[in-house]
């Protein structure tokens, strides 16, 4: 039987060392300043990226992998041997599963790569693959494996913080107005992701305290007493709020499994910097 193995990409916010610990391997987006390129999480990491951003007028960019960047991933990990499992950035906000899909109809009728749209972003699927490389490394069978992150994606709740509106209104995300009136009444968006991948407004409430309570509460109703696992991804620097927001919401709910990672420059072109992402999925008992 032959061994299953975990293909992602850069969205994921998985750091190296767990991608290398679990042998998972990633397709990096790019990110655009301008005339200049580079790769996510490879030629510019969260750190440098940030800094570009805060200094940078014009409107970063992001955009895809070709068919070609999977394929030569797929390729090299049939060739030798391996099962592939390849969870990507939500379908509906990129094109990047679509190249997955092409890559995947480029190679032998045999191959067995297996592609799943995640329906989410940053460590919302991140999570997804880190679960799912372990249970391969545990020697879960490829049906074992898929059942999981499907269970995990039907059963996890996600939020993002933003600390700035301007980024969405650069992106086009909001309008003009409504940016510079949310600024002013220092409204802090509460974005979630729908279960077709969409990302929604799920919130508007004034103040970052205001914002982190609310979801606080909606974590609480949906647990309760439950065991979960609690991520939190940030931006680099913001640390005061993430010790805010976790001892927050571990004070609030029945936390088993803890862990901290950071947004990465795609995500973080359209969010912004000081966001603060959450992510929680219940334990089995």
Not at 192 to 205: A, L, M, R, T, Y
């Amino acid at each position: 039987m032959p061994s299953v193995v975990l293909v992602t990409d850069s969205t994921a916010d998985i750091p190296l060392e767990v991608r290398e610990k679990l042998s998972i391997s990633m397709v990096p987006l790019k990110v655009n300043f301008g005339n200049e390129s580079y790769l996510d999480n490879i030629t510019l990491q969260p750190a440098q990226f940030y800094e570009k951003l805060i200094a940078f007028d014009g409107l970063a960019t992001t955009s895809q992998p070709s068919p070609a960047d999977f394929y030569e991933v797929y390729k090299k990990l049939i060739d030798e041997g391996h099962s592939v499992i390849s969870i990507q950035l939500s379908a509906a906000l990129s094109g990047t599963y679509q190249s997955a899909t092409i890559a995947k109809s480029m190679l032998d009728e045999d191959a067995d790569v297996t592609i799943i749209d995640s329906k989410s972003a940053s460590y919302g699927y991140g999570l997804l693959v880190v679960r799912a490389a372990e249970m391969a490394q545990a020697g879960a069978s490829k049906d074992e494996i898929i059942a999981e992150v499907q269970r995990l994606r039907s059963e996890m709740r996600l939020y993002f913080l933003v600390d700035t509106l301007e980024y969405l209104k650069k992106g086009g995300r909001i309008g003009k107005a409504s940016a510079v009136l949310g600024s002013l009444l220092n409204i802090k968006p509460i974005l979630s992701i729908d279960n077709e991948g969409i990302v929604f407004p799920f919130d508007k409430v004034r103040g970052q305290k205001r914002a982190m309570s609310t979801i606080a509460d909606l974590l609480s109703t949906d647990f309760k007493d439950q065991p979960v696992n609690l991520t939190l991804a940030s931006t680099p620097g913001h640390t005061a709020g993430v010790l805010e927001m976790s001892e927050l919401i571990r004070g609030r709910l029945n936390v088993q499994e803890y862990k901290e990672t950071e947004i990465g420059p795609v995500v973080g072109t359209h969010a912004g910097p000081g966001t603060i992402g959450l992510f929680v999925f219940p334990l089995r008992k």
